[in-house]
């Protein structure tokens, strides 16, 4: 059976960009403007989380806002964030230019919204993420897999050859990440950096983006 890379799908905060540090400032900000304290383990929490678990866990501390308001809130201070400075993780770009040149198509699945999720994107040459796949667009965010199955089927209706999950990669950063790709049946390649990440047989270890060519993302199919 051919082991050919046919798709990659890419997680965001944390993986392709930094924006970790931005949503944690953000965060803590509007908590503290209500007159409450967000600590390193409230952050830590919502690591790759859907923006409404955090949101709600922000309102448990003491943020007066609706889900809504808080989402709008952040995702809005976020993006000014990043289109001013746009943090992407070593070796980003690089894998995605080698990628394009295969012709190897690829997506974003991220629990981030549009207004956040668009301004990475457009940073990016057109057509090189051939779409998004955004928390706002899911029933059930991650840890759930209806994201990644979500844009798996979306790319499978267009891709010139029946689609292979076992084919395509997902890279992520964190637990919810990881655990809604490798049950989308997606080979899940974990990329830890924020948070750290045990070592589990349902996806694969990397230190980082950086030297990762489309040779050595087939030899993660073949492992």
């Known amino acids: 059976m051919s082991r050919t890379l046919q798709a990659v799908f ?4 944390g993986t392709l960009v930094d924006t970790e540090p931005h949503w944690i400032r953000e965060e803590t900000a509007l908590v503290e403007a209500h007159g409450a304290r967000w600590t390193d383990e409230h952050a830590a929490a919502c690591v790759g989380q859907a923006l409404p678990f955090t949101a709600a866990r922000m309102q448990e501390v003491g943020v007066d806002l609706s889900v809504r308001e808080i989402i709008d809130h952040l995702i809005t201070r976020v993006a000014a964030g990043v289109r001013n400075d746009m943090p992407w993780r070593p070796g980003g770009r690089a894998a995605l230019d080698a990628l394009e040149r295969a012709g190897v198509r690829c997506a974003l699945v991220t629990m981030s919204e549009p207004g956040l999720a668009a301004a990475v994107v457009e940073a990016l040459p057109p057509g090189q993420i051939e779409f998004m796949v955004t928390g706002d667009t899911v029933t059930r965010g991650k840890p759930d897999p209806e994201a990644y199955l979500t844009a798996f089927e979306t790319m499978a209706r267009t891709h010139p050859e029946p689609l292979d999950p076992q084919r395509c990669l997902a890279f992520e950063d964190s637990v919810p990440g990881v655990t809604s790709a ?4 997606l080979v899940t390649v ?9 070592d589990s047989d349902r996806y694969q270890l990397i230190s980082g983006l950086e030297g990762l060519d489309v040779a ?3 030899r993660l199919l073949a492992r």
């Open 10 to 13: 890419w997680d965001m905060d």
């Open 182 to 185: 490798a049950d989308s049946g």
């Open 216 to 218: 050595a993302m087939e």
């Open 190 to 198: 974990a990329v830890p950096h924020w948070m750290p990440l045990p």
